[in-house]
């Protein structure tokens, strides 16, 4: 049996979607999936192994005013051809306060994957998903507007009581499992 091999790139600006990516490769490594995984900012273009060496391929974003991250986005643009003529199965997922939302998940999963994927060139797409993110002001408690009203309606639609001068986690976990073991079912 050949041993399958996943490359989980990512772009984080507050630690969510380093996180998210970090308990992706857990559940992959659980079953005997080699992971390879790679902050985008904080590794040198020249030291991403190329994605033909891979089974699979997970990318995920943080979300910040409706944009990926600078290095996601210049990663995709980079590997459009790469990724489209990929052999694996690809995987994308994004970091979003808003998809904390009942009400906003399926716009956020689909505009900020599926549909920015396609803007950027890239078709092929085999998993995806959107997480709800991190909003910690235990270091700075000064929250823009858009940070209150989202905490705000997070709480109302949730149910959830959430601290404008706390640690905020707004992922479910249980979402994200599944969205790893997902991805090992199609691999």
Do not use: C
């Amino acid at each position: 049996m050949t041993e399958k091999k996943v490359l989980i790139v990512y772009g984080t600006r507050y630690g969510s979607t380093e996180g998210t990516s970090e308990k992706i490769a857990e559940i992959l490594k659980e079953n005997e999936i080699n992971v390879d995984i790679y902050n985008l900012k904080a590794t040198p273009k020249k030291e991403i192994p190329n994605i033909n060496n891979y089974n699979g391929v997970i990318i995920g974003s943080s979300i910040k005013i409706g944009q990926w991250t600078k290095d996601v986005k210049e990663f995709v643009s980079n590997q459009k051809e790469s990724l489209n003529s990929f052999k694996g199965k690809l995987g994308f997922f994004v970091s979003s306060g808003y998809a904390a939302l009942p009400d906003m998940y399926e716009k956020v999963k689909t505009e900020y994957t599926k549909d920015a994927l396609v803007k950027l060139g890239v078709e092929k797409l085999d998993h995806f998903d959107a997480f709800g993110g991190l909003m910690d002001f235990t270091k700075n408690s000064r929250m823009s507007w858009l940070e209150k009203k989202l905490l705000k309606m997070v709480g109302k639609q949730t149910g959830q009581k959430e601290d404008p001068k706390e640690y905020n986690d707004l992922r479910d976990w249980k979402q994200i499992e599944e969205f790893a073991n997902g991805f090992l079912n199609i691999l």
